[in-house]
T-cell receptor
Framework: KNEVEQSPQNLTAQEGEFITINCSYS?????LHWLQQHPGGGIVSLFM???GKKKHGRLIATINIQEKHSSLHITASHPRDSAVYIC???????????FGKGTKLSVKP | ETGVTQTPRHLVMGMTNKKSLKCEQH?????MYWYKQSAKKPLELMFV???????ENNSVPSRFSPECPNSSHLFLHLHTLQPEDSALYLC?????????????FGPGTRLTVL
């Protein structure tokens, strides 16, 4: 069993829908990242969280440290949001990340 | 534009070949990383360099040999690879290896070993 689990593995949505991607982890962490990987491979860091909630444009990330759970929400989804979304956690004070397998999102027009 | 470049973007090599992957960051960062991404598996950390010193070798086979001549450049030397080594190899950099250091990723090198 992976230390970082994401659900769902695949998600298809219609343009405009509200989307939620979940991440659960089983280890103690100091921070959690949400990353976006577009076809072709490039990865972009979306959020780094250690508590609470962060918002950037149509993206919202929340984390519940007690429940070891984080969610990434996309409001008013658009086809350009189609990508793989990856959750990753820092186990300690160093920068080594443990990654989930990713959630492949496809937004249809 | 992430400021992290990787060359080549695609590489096909035979099992007896020797090749090198190159990563360069233009962000003034001190830490650099190599990751491997295989199909249907999570990203796996391979090596970490902090101020040109290797601080992590995640049980990587010796057929992968990293080199970090300065904080801006990172190489991954490949020799006698196996077909199962075919994957996307991603380089990343960060200001430091502490948890506050957001990692910036390059576009990756898609490696195919025949």
């Amino acid at each position: 069993k992976n230390e970082v689990e994401q659900s769902p593995q695949n998600l298809t949505a219609q343009e405009g829908e509200f989307i939620t991607i979940n991440c659960s982890y089983s280890v103690g962490i100091s921070a959690l990242h949400w990353l976006q990987q577009h076809p072709g491979g490039g990865i972009v860091s979306l959020f780094m969280l250690s508590s609470g909630k962060k918002k950037h444009g149509r993206l919202i990330a929340t984390i519940n440290i007690q429940e070891k759970h984080s969610s990434l929400h996309i409001t008013a989804s658009h086809p350009r949001d189609s990508a793989v979304y990856i959750c990753a956690v820092h186990r300690g004070s160093q920068g080594n990340l443990i990654f989930g397998k990713g959630t492949k999102l496809s937004v249809k027009p | 534009e992430t400021g992290v470049t990787q060359t080549p973007r695609h590489l096909v090599m035979g099992m007896t070949n020797k090749k090198s992957l190159k990563c360069e960051q233009h962000l003034g960062h001190n830490a650099m990383y190599w990751y491997k991404q295989s199909a249907k598996k999570p990203l796996e950390l391979m090596f970490v360099y902090n101020f040109k010193e290797q601080t992590e070798n995640n049980s990587v086979p010796s057929r992968f040999s990293p080199e970090c001549p300065n904080s801006s450049h990172l190489f991954l030397h490949l020799h006698t690879l196996q077909p199962e080594d075919s994957a996307l190899y991603l380089c990343a950099s960060s200001r430091s290896t502490s948890r506050e250091g957001t990692q910036y990723f390059g576009p990756g090198t898609r490696l195919t070993v025949l």
